[in-house]
């Protein structure tokens, strides 16, 4: 019998270096899972829980890897099931592909079982997205469709009807024109560089500004050493958006750390108060944290052309990979004698630090959360790969999980969804056995897809979950309170004991509740042998205030707890003891 199409299709997976895929199985993919089945010493099948967090699973992949993130999903149910995670994709620009079945192919829009026409639903997260109609043609689209992802930095898409994923070659009528073999599996990544005019131009920008910000983000995570260097030349200071922490290690006098209500007041500083903003691979959404549009002259650099002058006007756009163009344009970049903004900025970071230091020892009870992402960040490895949840977890990693040398760190940055952090360390411990992989959650976001915690078991993914029980979607209910000025309603979580569901799974569960014992519990968990949870009990009253709370917050703030906010006092004395702790 000659090759299936899903023969193909797994076998042109491995010719282009796919090593892993991350899915569920179900009867619209059966022919595909037959022809994984009988390859799987060459590609691993990751089985999940849920579709989502096949997807998630993929992206932390690709994320962490710097490769394609690969998904598989039955027909119907399961695809539809993958597709926040292809969004998660597509917003942070991350090279995924997704594979599922459709229905008989010519059952199709009949009213059949699972007839659901996956590629029109994936038309808007999917940029690359096609319905395999045959053995001539599987080879062509995959091929298609792995190098838009990788290309377009995008989801990709291929559907394929359950009953064609078992046609055999030999049944191929191959259309005259589609002469066999003609498609390659060969990436060429090219980004040439600007010109030498363009880029004077922006050197002269660079030059002349007296007072600069470099804002890195994601696509600088492989230019660590020209950012510095630029840094350090001008004696500008690197303010870091979520996705670009591990850009420049936290302890770098050039960086005054995040921006955004997750960031640091002295990256808020700085953005204020420069004259020259360089964007560098960032296309940070929040607008008010960038300097007013007339205040500072813009240097972007992006891959995307289509994102020069996306957040912010710009003087100088330079279109191509940061590094590449970094490297080109240092040499023309003088140095900077006068280091005044930078030390200012070096001496706020003394006093931010020294407030995270205050807060992040508090022997309270109920523990304060700040308390934990504290002591974790003590113990992490040098090269510890951390993926956050969203919520108020996502401020206390931001501000308190340190990067350092060869550490990676992520999130979900611009869908900003619940439930990635589990996934996105799935693919990050499947991609690197011999590295700690840790993710810090909200018990909102973790019961989402808390099933993954079978998956890590399953595999022995030794992943360590640290889990922020606070018993509330508690970002929404600060949002609620400081931005709305209306007391809580709607998230109140069910208490759930999450060690013991640890057990339950066969991971290893801790359970966390006086600061005193953090660190050693949350060494006994890193140092555990296998994946371990530690729920770690936190103040569901401890606001995670932006860095520089602005008057309208805090009369909202005041508005919603004269409107009968739950625990008033409770927040008030948090509010207030955090405030007293700063001046004395
Ligand atoms: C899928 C999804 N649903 C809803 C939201 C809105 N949202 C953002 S953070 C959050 C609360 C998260 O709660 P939890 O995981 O308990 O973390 P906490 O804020 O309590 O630290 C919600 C509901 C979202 N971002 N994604
Ligand atoms: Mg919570």
Request: glycine share 8%; charged share 20%.
């Amino acid at each position: 019998m000659g090759k299936t199409v899903a023969d193909v299709l797994v076998e042109r997976l491995i010719d282009w270096g796919v090593e892993v895929i991350f899915g569920l199985p179900g009867d619209g993919v059966n022919g595909i899972f037959e022809a994984l089945r009988t390859r799987q010493e060459r590609i691993k099948f990751i089985q999940v829980r849920h579709e989502e967090a096949a997807a998630l699973a993929a992206v932390g992949y690709a994320k962490y890897t710097n490769r394609l993130g690969v998904c598989v999903a039955t027909s119907g149910p399961g695809g539809i099931h993958l597709l926040n995670g292809l969004y998660d994709a597509k917003c942070d620009g991350q090279p995924v592909l997704a594979i599922t079945g459709h229905t008989f192919h010519d059952l199709i829009g009949t009213h059949y079982q699972q007839d659901v026409d996956l590629d029109k639903l994936f038309i808007d997260v999917a940029a690359y997205n096609e319905r395999v109609m045959g053995p001539a043609h599987v080879e062509n689209a995959l091929d298609e469709a792995i190098k838009t992802a990788l290309s377009r930095r995008a989801v990709a898409h291929i559907t394929i009807p359950k009953d064609i994923q078992d046609w055999t070659c030999s049944d191929a009528e191959r259309s005259s024109a589609n002469v066999p073999n003609h498609s390659g599996d060969l990436y060429a990544p090219a980004y040439g560089l600007p010109h030498a005019e363009l880029l004077q131009q922006a050197a002269d920008v660079i030059n002349q500004g007296e007072r600069v910000v470099i804002l890195a983000g994601r696509g600088c995570l492989d230019a660590r050493a020209e950012v510095l260097q630029l840094a350090e030349r001008i004696g500008g200071i690197v303010v870091k958006p979520l996705l670009g922490k591990a850009v420049v290690g936290d302890e770098s006098p050039y960086t005054t750390g995040g921006i955004g209500l997750l960031g640091t007041a002295p990256s808020q500083e700085a953005m204020k108060d420069c004259d020259t903003l360089v964007m560098l691979g960032t296309s940070f959404p929040y607008l008010e944290f960038y300097p007013k549009p007339d205040h500072a002259k813009t240097v972007q650099v992006d891959i995307d052309s289509a994102r020069i002058g996306l957040r912010h006007p710009v003087d100088v756009g330079l279109v191509g990979d940061c590094r590449d163009v970094l490297s080109a344009l240092l040499p023309l970049i003088k140095r900077n004698e006068d280091r005044s903004f930078l030390e200012t900025a070096q001496e706020n970071m003394k006093d931010w630090n020294e407030l995270l230091h205050i807060r992040g020892t508090r022997m309270d009870m109920p523990m304060k959360p700040q308390v934990v992402a504290y002591e974790l960040n003590k113990l992490l490895d040098h090269n510890a790969i951390v993926s956050a949840d969203s919520g108020t977890i996502a401020t206390w990693a931001a501000r308190y999980i340190q990067v350092r040398d060869g550490m990676q760190f992520s999130l979900s940055g611009n869908l900003a969804t619940m439930a990635n952090g589990l996934p996105y360390s799935i693919g990050a411990a499947v991609a690197y056995t011999d590295r700690q992989v840790v993710c810090i959650v909200g018990d909102g976001g973790f019961t989402m897809l808390m099933g993954e915690l079978a998956t890590l078991v399953k595999y022995n993914l030794p992943v360590k979950v640290i889990i922020y029980k606070n018993n509330v979607l508690g970002m929404i209910k600060w949002e609620q309170i400081v931005f709305e000025g209306n007391p809580q309603f709607g998230v109140e979580l069910q208490p759930i004991d999450f060690a013991l569901y640890a057990r339950a799974c066969g991971a290893a569960g801790f359970t966390l509740e006086d600061p005193a014992d953090a660190p050693r519990v949350l060494r006994d968990a890193l140092e555990y042998d296998g994946p371990a949870v530690v729920q770690a009990v936190v103040d569901p009253n401890e606001p995670p205030l932006p860095g520089n709370v602005t008057i309208k917050q805090a009369v909202k703030f005041a508005e919603a707890l004269v409107r009968g906010q739950k625990d008033r006092w409770q927040i008030i004395k948090s509010v207030a003891e955090d405030k007293i702790r700063e001046v004395i």
